[in-house]
């Protein structure tokens, strides 16, 4: 499909000097085609490069890259508002894993499903999960349009780890490359305190042999490094470098509490990092060096982590509170400007999902963007773009948004998704579940 959008806002790139606006976006074959300043549509140009499937008006929006949400579960978006004010590791315990252990796949395809129809609405355009029933969620992305880093997540507990690590080389075999290219795949041991040091050998030697990143939780919490350290003399972080997980691409989710030493360690391994700020908060998990990481150089994406420890999948919210939450607590007001935030959003979750010409609106990048309606008065008066992007805007201002060169929202309507079956399907989910208040 050919889209042109036409006579929109976009926001000045670093270190471009093309700063006028308005501006004629052309979107095909799934990639971003041109961006060239605003002309008539009966211009010569503009019809040249014609025949349009579709011409869209921009005018009165904003066009942005799509969000790059690089660390959730969609699977557990069943399971929102359940066990809630509780610590990670009760948690995790008593309240997550039981309820897991009765999920069958069928529930996490509609879990995924709701996931996917609130991220898309909110303008998310690329995902990355670490479940079980990967393939029910695959299956979600596929059907969907949405951008997918999907990997089967593997622990020793409950002697699951063989049969996880084989159902993760398998689902890799299979899904890498999917759905046009836009699912890839990573093998997703859960965690140092979760996986054995055999077992990451053996998922560092898959990873190896299959060419797919590693996605693992790090470091979330001061218990997880007493454990650690405790156990094996050394901090998450070293225990994975020591077991060759650091020498593959790895998304490192959390990293809340990473000594100075690591930093060095993460910098010096390319470790690409996922900062969670919502999720840390409500589980109280602490607060992440962001500034500090990102002194180092490391690439820092934003993630929501599910939306039972979040509740929401917005990436509007973690932008903004990642930019407040390391301004008051460093007490400096220069930390994560609202330029680092949106990066972060976007062209730098995409790197940390190692993903390649994704995350920026570039010629020739995949064609994931969305519009932006600002007529809102929280949009007013018209005072620097990214600064309003970031700490006016939210998910309500989103009007449309393409993933691959496909709509896949707009105004109001998503248009792979159905939404009165999603909730039907999820409630009736969560009431077998034993999920839901009885208030
Ligand atoms: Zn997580």
């Known amino acids: 499909m050919r889209i042109l959008i036409s006579n929109v806002v976009s926001l000045p790139r670093e270190g471009s000097s093309r700063g006028r606006n308005p501006v004629d976006i052309g979107v095909g074959d799934g990639r971003i085609l041109f961006i060239e300043d605003h002309m008539p549509l009966d211009s010569e140009k503009r019809q040249q490069q014609g025949p349009w499937d579709r011409i869209i008006a921009g005018r009165g929006r904003l066009v942005l890259p799509g969000f790059v949400n690089a660390h959730t579960h969609l699977g557990m978006t ?195 990092i996922v900062h969670c700020p919502t999720s840390n908060l409500k589980l109280a998990s602490g607060i992440a060096p ?25 990436l509007w919210q973690e932008m903004r509170t990642a930019s407040l939450l390391h301004k008051g607590s460093s007490e400096d007001p220069t930390a994560v400007p609202a330029g680092t935030a949106l990066q972060m959003a976007t062209f730098l979750g995409a790197k940390a999902l190692h993903l390649e010409q994704v995350g920026q609106l570039q010629p020739e990048w995949k064609a994931d963007l969305i519009l932006v309606d600002t007529h809102g008065l929280h949009w007013q008066p018209a005072s620097d773009l990214t600064g309003r992007v970031v700490y006016a805007g939210e998910r309500g201002d989103v009007s449309l948004v393409i993933v691959d060169g496909r709509i896949l929202y707009e105004d109001g309507s998503l248009l792979t998704i159905d939404e009165e079956k999603v909730s039907y399907e999820v409630g009736k989910r969560a009431q077998r579940l034993g999920l839901l208040s009885s208030t």
């Open 78 to 272: 069943l399971l929102r508002g359940y066990g809630d004010d509780l610590p990670l590791m009760i948690w995790l315990q008593e309240k997550m894993w039981p309820v897991e252990e009765q999920l069958t796949p069928e529930d996490v395809y509609w879990s995924a499903l709701l996931a996917i129809g609130e991220m898309l609405k909110g303008g998310v355009t690329t995902c990355a999960d670490m479940y079980f029933h990967m393939e029910a969620t695959a299956e979600a992305v596929a059907e969907t349009g949405i951008r997918g880093f999907l990997s089967r997540g593997i622990q020793d507990a409950g002697g699951s780890g063989t049969r996880g690590l084989e159902e993760a080389v398998e689902f890799c075999r299979q899904w890498q490359g999917a759905a046009n290219g836009r699912i890839t795949t990573a093998i997703g041991p859960h965690a140092p305190y979760t996986c054995s040091p055999e077992l990451l050998q053996r998922t560092a030697d898959w990873a190896a042999r299959l060419e797919v990143p590693i996605h693992i939780h790090v470091a979330e919490t001061t218990a997880e490094i007493g454990e650690i350290k405790g156990k094996y003399g050394t901090t998450p972080l070293g225990m994975l470098a020591a077991n060759g997980i650091l020498d593959l691409p790895v998304t490192a989710a959390h990293c809340v509490h990473l000594e100075e030493a690591d930093i060095l360690l993460a910098a010096e391994k390319e470790v690409r």
């Open 290 to 314: 962001v500034p500090e990481m990102l002194a180092a150089g490391l690439t820092i994406g934003l993630g929501t982590d599910s939306a039972a420890s979040n509740n929401r999948l917005d």
